[in-house]
Nanobody
């Protein structure tokens, strides 16, 4: 059974930093893209950042220059370094992986990130 386990969320003051991690286990397939999405209260889930199997990255405009996504294929882990956090970044952050070649989506349980200012 595929499991995506996120960690690293928490409460931080404006301008602070957090690093999220997502470890994927139980896979019987190749992982294509990995990414992070977030959902704030009363809003739809939105893309934050993705990284392809060839390390091509894509970011939402709202996080460009502040967030960095990376992956460690040997560990089946994806990271999200978040700097200069602001109140608009408060949300539940979800890890996502897409398998190859079927392009099926798998989701983590979510981790809360809160600006405590």
């Amino acid at each position: 059974q595929v499991q995506l386990v996120e960690s690293g969320g928490g409460s931080v003051q404006a301008g602070g930093s957090l690093k999220l991690s997502c470890a994927v286990s139980g896979t019987t397939f190749s992982i294509n893209s990995m990414g992070w999405y977030r959902q704030a209260p009363g809003k739809q889930r939105e893309l934050v950042a993705t990284i392809s199997s060839t390390d091509i990255t894509n970011y939402a405009d709202s996080v460009k220059g502040r967030f960095t996504i990376s992956r460690n294929n040997a560990k089946n882990t994806v990271y999200l370094q978040m700097n200069s956090l602001n109140p608009e970044d408060t949300a539940v952050y979800y890890c996502n992986v897409v398998d190859f070649p079927w392009s099926r989506n798998y989701w983590g349980q979510g981790t809360q990130v809160t600006d405590s200012s």
